[in-house]
Nanobody
C-alpha cells in the first residue's frame, strides 16, 4: 500500500534553512503526482510545491517561490523539500501527499491548488521558524 513518511522538521531561526524528506513506497512515482503541503495554525492548507508526472511540471506558489526547492531521489524513493530564507510565517505542519495521475493531464499547479486533489497523505512534520 502507499506509504509516505515525512521527517526533517524542527525549530529554525528566521533566515535559516531546513530540508524535509518524504520516504515513499507502494507506488510507481512515474504514474503519480506528488507534493508538499502545509497547514499553519488558523489557516487553510496550502500546496507549497508539487510535481506532476503527466507533464513533468513543477509548481511553487508566490509565497515560497525562490526560497523552496522540491527534488526527488528515485534510488532512495525519497522526495525532498529544501527550504531557505525561512520566515516566521512558514511555521506549519508540512505534509507529503501523492495521487495517481490517471491520465487526467493535470499540471503540477492543478495538484497543488485544487482541494481534494491528493489521495494519500503522510502524518506530517512540524516546522517552527522563530528566534
Amino acid at each position: 500500500q502507499v506509504q509516505l513518511v515525512e521527517s526533517g522538521g524542527g525549530l529554525v531561526q528566521p533566515g535559516g534553512s531546513l530540508r524535509l524528506s518524504c520516504a515513499h513506497s507502494g507506488f510507481n512515482l512515474d504514474r503519480y503526482a506528488i507534493g508538499w503541503f502545509r497547514r499553519a495554525p488558523g489557516k487553510e492548507r496550502e500546496g507549497v510545491s508539487c510535481i506532476s508526472s503527466s507533464d513533468g511540471s513543477t509548481y511553487y506558489p508566490d509565497s515560497v517561490k525562490g526560497r523552496f526547492t522540491i527534488s526527488r531521489d528515485n534510488a532512495k524513493s525519497t522526495l525532498y523539500l529544501q527550504m531557505s530564507s525561512l520566515k516566521p510565517e512558514d511555521t506549519a505542519v508540512y505534509y507529503c501527499a501523492t495521487t495517481p495521475t490517471s491520465n487526467r493531464g493535470w499540471s503540477a499547479q492543478d495538484y497543488c491548488i485544487y482541494d481534494g486533489s491528493m489521495d494519500y497523505w503522510g502524518k506530517g512534520t512540524l516546522v517552527t521558524v522563530s528566534s
